[in-house]
């Protein structure tokens, strides 16, 4: 039988010196149920950082509350090798926000493997931004479901008192990353979160953007400029819609192209019965088969929205998102690839400097 340990109702001293204590007692191929009021994938890696000893976990859901997972434990890790972190079973949401407590806390010389789903070079570019170029980031394997990069904190972090969610330099960027990169990230931030844009100058364009996704459900603010340099902070408020949902990246699904009538329904894909970290995959899959003017309906067992926001950072103007139904234990999607005519007044602003 699987250990089971209660992580909830202490101080967070005693809930990591508690499954620290667990881990180290345990041998090779062991099995742990942990179940936690917040994600533990920090200490996850820090304890294969500290003692040296690899871990394997998977979380039960990727949204619910409180966090259940189970964690096995694997060999000893050489000196030439790193931790590594799956986060293909945790939310888009999730993810960042893990993924960004990790790094903080690596010590010059530190670091992990990230195994995702899909290319998270947002990640690299958020990364720079935060913490200064003390990134090294080197792509172990590509595709298939499966990308692992190697991440190492080569230096000390810039420090900064700024109370911001997430910060981009933008001129780090390609031009054509970019707004899909902000809108992907600004989606997954809650509510009163902010998050900062440094650029050569106001990003206009941008602000437009925003105003046509997310209406009045933000702020934004110049609080610096100069010549080469501007500094925007972008603040979530509180949504006008008639949405529950504290994430107002909801008006953004909500106002996606729908083309239901012209659409030819190929299937119905049922991913409930899946593991999380296989959904994405097979979505994805179905999603790169369909011709133009086809789409197929997805059916999950949880709101896809951050599916949506992927989606949107990283396919075309084709792409299409309609709900048909979202009850609890059962979301319909349509899921499509739409005839798109070319905007050629949009492509020029597309290739302005932001």
Same mark, same amino acid.
């Given at each position: 039988?699987?250990?089971?340990?209660?992580? !909830?109702?202490?101080?967070?001293?005693?809930?990591?010196?508690?499954?620290?204590?667990?881990?180290?007692?345990?041998?090779?191929?062991?099995?742990?149920?942990?179940?936690?009021?917040?994600?533990?994938?920090?200490?996850?890696? !820090?304890?294969?950082?500290?003692?040296? !000893?690899?871990?394997?976990?998977?979380?039960?859901?990727?949204?619910?509350?409180?966090?259940?997972?189970?964690?096995?434990?694997?060999?000893?890790?050489?000196?030439?090798?790193?931790?590594?972190?799956?986060?293909?079973?945790?939310?888009?949401? !999730?993810?960042?926000?893990?993924?960004?407590?990790?790094?903080?806390?690596?010590?010059?010389?530190?670091?992990?493997?990230?195994?995702?789903?899909?290319?998270?070079?947002?990640?690299?570019?958020?990364?720079?931004?935060?913490?200064?170029?003390?990134?090294?980031?080197?792509?172990?394997?590509?595709?298939?479901?499966?990308?692992?990069?190697?991440?190492?904190?080569?230096?000390?972090?810039?420090?900064?008192?700024?109370?911001?969610?997430?910060?981009?330099?933008?001129?780090?960027?390609?031009?054509?990353?970019?707004?899909?990169?902000?809108?992907?990230?600004?989606?997954?931030?809650?509510?009163?979160?902010?998050?900062?844009?440094?650029?050569?100058?106001?990003?206009?364009?941008?602000?437009?953007?925003?105003?046509?996704?997310?209406?009045?459900?933000?702020?934004?603010?110049?609080?610096?400029?100069?010549?080469?340099?501007?500094?925007?902070?972008?603040?979530?408020?509180?949504?006008?819609?008639?949405?529950?949902?504290?994430?107002?990246?909801?008006?953004?699904?909500?106002?996606?192209?729908?083309?239901?009538?012209?659409?030819?329904?190929?299937?119905?894909?049922?991913?409930?019965?899946?593991?999380?970290?296989?959904?994405?995959?097979?979505?994805?899959?179905?999603?790169?088969?369909?011709?133009?003017?086809?789409?197929?309906?997805?059916?999950?067992?949880?709101?896809?929205?951050?599916?949506?926001?992927?989606?949107?950072?990283?396919?075309?103007?084709?792409?299409?998102?309609?709900?048909?139904?979202?009850?609890?234990?059962?979301?319909?999607?349509?899921?499509?690839?739409?005839?798109?005519?070319?905007?050629?007044?949009?492509?020029?602003?597309?290739?302005?400097?932001?």
């Amino acid at each position: 039988m699987p250990t089971e340990i209660q992580l !909830r109702d202490q101080s967070e001293g005693k809930r990591r010196e508690q499954l620290f204590d667990v881990l180290s007692g345990a041998e090779v191929g062991d099995t742990i149920e942990v179940v936690a009021d917040r994600d533990i994938d920090p200490w996850l890696v !820090r304890y294969q950082l500290e003692q040296g !000893r690899s871990l394997e976990w998977v979380y039960a859901h990727p949204d619910a509350e409180p966090r259940e997972l189970q964690v096995t434990v694997g060999e000893p890790i050489g000196d030439e090798s790193l931790p590594s972190i799956d986060v293909r079973d945790l939310k888009p949401q !999730r993810r960042h926000e893990v993924l960004l407590e990790i790094f903080d806390g690596l010590a010059a010389g530190d670091g992990f493997v990230l195994v995702n789903d899909h290319d998270p070079k947002p990640l690299y570019h958020e990364l720079k931004s935060m913490h200064g170029d003390v990134i090294e980031w080197d792509y172990a394997s590509q595709g298939g479901g499966e990308w692992r990069v190697e991440i190492v904190k080569t230096g000390a972090s810039e420090t900064t008192d700024e109370d911001i969610v997430t910060r981009y330099d933008v001129r780090e960027i390609p031009k054509q990353e970019r707004h899909p990169t902000i809108h992907h990230r600004y989606g997954m931030i809650p509510e009163g979160g902010t998050m900062e844009l440094i650029a050569p100058h106001e990003p206009r364009p941008l602000q437009r953007e925003f105003k046509q996704q997310y209406g009045d459900a933000f702020a934004w603010e110049v609080v610096e400029s100069e010549p080469g340099r501007c500094r925007v902070q972008i603040t979530k408020t509180e949504s006008t819609g008639e949405s529950d949902e504290s994430d107002t990246a909801a008006d953004a699904v909500s106002a996606a192209p729908s083309d239901d009538e012209s659409l030819n329904i190929t299937e119905e894909l049922d991913v409930r019965d899946l593991p999380p970290a296989q959904r994405h995959e097979q979505i994805f899959e179905a999603y790169a088969e369909l011709d133009t003017g086809s789409g197929f309906v997805l059916v999950n067992d949880h709101d896809p929205k951050p599916l949506y926001h992927q989606f949107e950072a990283e396919a075309g103007p084709e792409f299409r998102w309609t709900y048909r139904q979202q009850d609890p234990g059962e979301f319909r999607v349509l899921i499509g690839k739409a005839e798109t005519t070319v905007d050629e007044s949009a492509d020029e602003e597309t290739e302005a400097p932001f």
